[in-house]
């Protein structure tokens, strides 16, 4: 049986999947409210996550939610305007920010049409996270993080052979390339996400059990493998954050092999 790292809650039913992970999620907003007095959250787009952020809207299990203290960033996003029915900051603003008192100016959405949209919203980090942008300055360190993947291993918009899987540096960065789905992308970057408290990774379907299992046995007998998978490199634990996988029973069939 293969294993992924971290820990992995796995469920047949989504909507059960779903309370497991609102339940993650209210856990560390309230923990990092109470600690910090605020939550920095990083959403993901696509149709996996959609329901999910409906649910938190509707679902009185997260009325209690301390919206007004949360900031919200967005994991990765495509170089179109948002009136583009592809921009992820549409589908998060419509499924759940417009609904759920957050305050205006703490929806961050990436800039996505200007010269260098990475650098920009990279500074708008900085100074929501009151850091000096200068060389060596901390990496910001956000409180929960939501990924997807791809079948082809990608999460947020790190695709195999990218050229922002080098990254060292640079919280946010511009990604485009051969295996990078068009448009071009905006994504947050290893040293950012791998510095979070806690990564979560929201994968559904049978679609995703080929690459869960590529994905284990990778990391079980030869160690990350970036360039070609790129989820491999997800590791905050290194940083004294958590991962955790969220499933559903198809997606994790390929790790019971």
Same mark, same amino acid.
């Given at each position: =049986?293969? +294993?992924?790292?971290?820990?992995?809650?796995?469920? /047949?039913?989504?909507?059960?999947?779903?309370? @497991?992970?609102?339940?993650?999620?209210?856990?560390?907003?309230? !923990?990092? #409210?109470?600690?910090?007095?605020?939550?920095?959250?990083?959403?993901?787009?696509?149709?996996?996550?959609?329901? $999910?952020? =409906?649910?938190?809207?509707?679902?009185?299990?997260?009325?209690?939610?301390?919206?007004?203290?949360?900031?919200?960033?967005?994991?990765? @996003?495509?170089?179109?305007?948002?009136?583009? &029915?592809?921009?992820?900051?549409? =589908?998060?603003?419509?499924?759940? /920010?417009?609904?759920?008192? =957050?305050?205006?100016?703490? #929806?961050? *959405?990436?800039? +996505?049409?200007?010269? !260098?949209?990475?650098?920009?919203?990279? *500074?708008?980090? /900085?100074?929501?996270?009151?850091?000096?942008?200068?060389?060596?300055?901390?990496?910001?360190?956000?409180? $929960?993080?939501?990924?997807?993947?791809?079948?082809?291993?990608?999460?947020?918009?790190?695709?195999? @052979?990218?050229?922002?899987?080098?990254?060292?540096?640079?919280?946010?960065?511009?990604?485009?390339?051969?295996?990078?789905? &068009?448009?071009?992308?905006? +994504?947050? +970057?290893?040293?950012?996400?791998?510095?979070?408290?806690?990564?979560?990774?929201?994968?559904?379907?049978?679609?995703?059990?080929?690459?869960?299992?590529?994905?284990?046995?990778?990391?079980?007998?030869?160690? &990350?493998?970036?360039? @070609?998978?790129?989820?491999?490199?997800?590791? &905050?634990?290194?940083?004294?954050?958590?991962?955790?996988? $969220?499933?559903?029973?198809?997606?994790? /069939?390929?790790?019971?092999?």
């Amino acid at each position: =049986m293969l +294993t992924l790292p971290g820990q992995a809650t796995i469920e /047949a039913d989504h909507e059960d999947l779903f309370l @497991e992970l609102g339940t993650a999620l209210r856990q560390a907003a309230f !923990d990092a #409210v109470e600690a910090r007095g605020v939550f920095h959250l990083a959403l993901s787009g696509g149709s996996t996550p959609e329901p $999910f952020y =409906m649910r938190l809207v509707v679902d009185p299990l997260y009325r209690a939610l301390p919206w007004q203290s949360t900031h919200l960033w967005i994991v990765d @996003e495509r170089r179109v305007p948002e009136s583009d &029915p592809r921009s992820n900051m549409r =589908m998060i603003r419509e499924s759940l /920010a417009a609904h759920v008192p =957050m305050p205006e100016n703490h #929806v961050h *959405a990436v800039p +996505t049409q200007a010269a !260098d949209p990475a650098a920009e919203y990279e *500074a708008e980090m /900085a100074d929501v996270f009151g850091i000096a942008p200068v060389p060596g300055a901390p990496v910001p360190k956000l409180d $929960f993080v939501l990924l997807g993947m791809g079948s082809d291993a990608h999460t947020a918009s790190l695709f195999p @052979e990218s050229p922002a899987l080098a990254e060292k540096v640079r919280w946010i960065a511009n990604n485009d390339g051969p295996r990078v789905v &068009p448009p071009a992308r905006i +994504t947050m +970057t290893y040293p950012l996400i791998n510095n979070a408290r806690r990564v979560v990774v929201l994968a559904v379907g049978a679609g995703k059990a080929p690459t869960l299992a590529k994905i284990a046995a990778q990391l079980s007998q030869s160690g &990350p493998n970036i360039a @070609e998978l790129p989820i491999t490199g997800i590791a &905050p634990g290194l940083q004294g954050g958590r991962l955790q996988w $969220f499933l559903d029973t198809a997606a994790a /069939a390929g790790l019971n092999a």
